[in-house]
Nanobody, 116 residues
Framework: QVQLVESGGGLVQPGGSLRLSCEAS????????MNWYRQAPGKERNFVAG????????NYADSVKGRFTISRDNVKSTVYLQMNSLKPEDTAVYYC?????????WGQGTQVTVSS
């Protein structure tokens, strides 16, 4: 059974940091690119960051470049999102996605709230 379980979300003040984790099981993690998306209330789900299966290639949405870092540990079958200098507009539910065309798997999401 495929599972992607996100954790690490919470409430943080502007300028603070959080580290999200997404632990995968039920598929061969090392063969999949991994992405983070986010969805704010009333808005569509948008791409945040992506990392290749090997971890050698990463890419980011312009809104998070220089503040967020995606990484992966293929031994632990886990992808991470380090989020620094958080802003109120980063508030959203964050989802991880595993991708190996045509297969796509989504996690259930973790809430991140940036507020003073």
């Amino acid at each position: 059974q495929v599972q992607l379980v996100e954790s690490g979300g919470g409430l943080v003040q502007p300028g603070g940091s959080l580290r999200l984790s997404c632990e995968a099981s039920g598929f061969t993690f090392v063969n999949y690119a991994m992405n983070w998306y986010r969805q704010a209330p009333g808005k569509e789900r948008n791409f945040v960051a992506g990392i290749s299966s090997t971890g050698h290639t990463t890419n980011y949405a312009d809104s998070v470049k220089g503040r967020f870092t995606i990484s992966r540990d293929n031994v632990k079958s886990t992808v991470y999102l380090q989020m620094n200098s958080l802003k109120p507009e980063d508030t959203a539910v964050y989802y991880c996605k595993a991708l190996r065309n045509p297969e796509t798997y989504w996690g259930q999401g973790t809430q991140v709230t940036v507020s003073s």
